[in-house]
T-cell receptor, first 113, second 110 residues
């Protein structure tokens, strides 16, 4: 039973346009959400996060939006660049739990020239 | 430089052999983790450790073993009991709010 779902295995976006990666979760107790970016044969690297008390967090070209009522978050990348081609993992965690961070299956983003 | 070091980066094993993947961190983190990634599966947790000399099974612990004798080190042994060991393995350590990952080790069983 997947608690964090990324329903699009892959996404292709033209260079310079906006990339939107989506993530849904089932556990309303999650209170912290993260996005990781992963290149082939490398470990994931942290990209951006958002606490459940916010609905938006922006860092340069990356913005994460959180819709708690819909249990949905999205990562926007604008403008998309060739180096953004990677797999993006959405992750969620619970406050004050010694529990693990739960990851989605990832979405592969292709930036087209 | 602070970080997590995994070795080896690539490893080949014959069926029936145990193999140990190394993970060392100098971030002074208490918590460490081992994940496995397979195509289309995302990251799945194998084992995690919150403090020295203590560790817990994750979602797919069968066929794996770990030890945590030092804060800096969390080696993973892939035993012959693991039915499908060919995968990309990721070690991580964490603060309460964020995971830091190593570069990964790719294990191929011949």
């Amino acid at each position: 039973d997947q608690q964090v779902k990324q329903n699009s295995p892959s996404l292709s976006v033209q260079e310079g346009r906006i990339s939107i990666l989506n993530c849904d979760y089932t556990n309303s107790m999650f209170d912290y959400f993260l996005w990781y970016k992963k290149y082939p044969a490398e470990g994931p690297t942290f990209l951006i996060s958002i606490s459940s008390i916010k609905d938006k967090n922006e860092d340069g070209r990356f913005t994460v939006f959180l819709n708690k009522s819909a249990k949905h978050l999205s990562l926007h990348i604008v403008p998309s660049q060739p180096g953004d081609s990677a797999v993006y993992f959405c992750a969620a965690s619970l406050m004050n739990r010694d529990d693990k961070i739960i990851f989605g299956k990832g979405t592969r983003l292709h930036i087209l020239p | 430089d602070g970080g997590i070091t995994q070795s080896p980066k690539y490893l080949f094993r014959k069926e029936g052999q145990n193999v140990t993947l190394s993970c060392e961190q100098n971030l002074n983190h208490d918590a460490m983790y081992w994940y496995r990634q397979d195509p289309g599966q995302g990251l799945r947790l194998i084992y995690y450790s919150q403090i020295v000399n203590d560790f817990q099974k994750g979602d797919i612990a069968e066929g794996y073993s770990v030890s945590r004798e030092k804060k800096e080190s969390f080696p993973l042994t892939v035993t012959s009991a693991q039915k499908n060991p060919t995968a990309f393995y990721l070690c991580a350590s964490s603060t309460p709010r964020e995971l830091f990952f190593g570069e990964g080790s790719r294990l191929t069983v011949l």
